[in-house]
């Protein structure tokens, strides 16, 4: 089946660490993105990439980093300057630049700052 | 810029009652419009979209229909279900500054009691 995978589930980080969140799509899709979601809040966009070795900042990039070396991987680094990393992190890919082109998400990953 | 609204929750419902979700937009160009719908710690779904206005998307029972002269793209499903418990998500999609961005509402929770 196609589909989008992130890894792990819930991830739990010390104060001070970077930590990475994965990302993986079998859609062959050329876009991926992003997403940080806060409880109650909508879903906002950190970085997107449109092709391989390509990758733009989103609304709320600062504290993170992204790298696209592969279609199909788009891994996300929370580092340390990220002043307030708890929250539910979603991973997404689109199969083109077109707008009527609905974006795919994964079941998302679970950060957790202790 | 674009921006999304949708109504606040919780909305809480008995089984079988009608649902209405309201959501309105606001864009420049000729957005498409999606509702998502997302479960408990899980990730987003899409549940049925509009390209163009008067399009009507629908899936399991829901419908919206692409209203542009109210900017407006409510969610409607004449009797729901337990199951249609989550909470759903209003957006729109523009391609602008390069890329396909998807703008969120910030969500209505649904609970639907037997």
């Known amino acids: 089946d196609g589909g989008i995978t992130q890894s792990p589930k819930y991830l739990f980080r010390k104060e001070g660490q970077n930590v990475t969140l994965s990302c993986e799509q079998n859609?062959?899709?050329?876009?991926m993105y992003w997403y940080r979601q806060d409880p109650g809040q909508g879903l906002r966009l950190i970085y997107y990439?449109?092709?391989?070795?390509?990758?733009q900042k989103g609304d709320i990039a600062e504290g993170y980093s992204v790298s696209r070396e592969k279609k199909e991987s788009f891994p996300l680094t929370v580092t340390s300057a990220q002043k307030n990393p708890t929250a539910f992190y979603l991973c997404?890919?689109?199969?083109?630049?077109?707008?009527?082109?609905?974006?795919?998400f994964g079941p998302g990953t679970r950060l957790t700052v202790l | 810029g674009d921006s999304v609204t949708q109504m606040e929750g919780p909305v809480t419902l008995s089984e079988e009652a009608c649902l209405t979700i309201?959501?309105?937009?606001?864009?420049?160009?000729?957005?498409?419009l999606f509702w998502y719908v997302q479960y408990p710690g899980e990730g987003l779904q899409l549940l049925l979209k509009?390209?163009?206005?008067?399009d009507k998307g629908s899936n399991k029972g829901f419908e919206a229909t692409y209203r542009k002269e109210t900017t407006s793209f409510h969610l409607e499903k004449g009797s729901v279900q337990v199951s249609d418990s989550a909470v759903y998500f209003c957006?729109?999609?523009?391609?602008?500054?390069?890329?396909?961005?998807?703008?969120f509402g910030a969500g209505t929770r649904l609970a639907v009691h037997p």
């Open positions: 990439s449109q092709i391989v070795n390509d990758f």
């Open positions: 509009a390209t163009k206005a008067d």
């Open positions: 309201n959501c309105t937009y606001t864009a420049t160009g000729y957005p498409s």
């Open positions: 957006a729109l999609s523009s391609f602008s500054g390069g890329y396909n961005k998807l703008i």
């Open positions: 859609l062959n899709h050329d876009a």
């Open positions: 997404a890919s689109s199969n083109s630049q077109f707008s009527y082109n609905e974006q795919f």
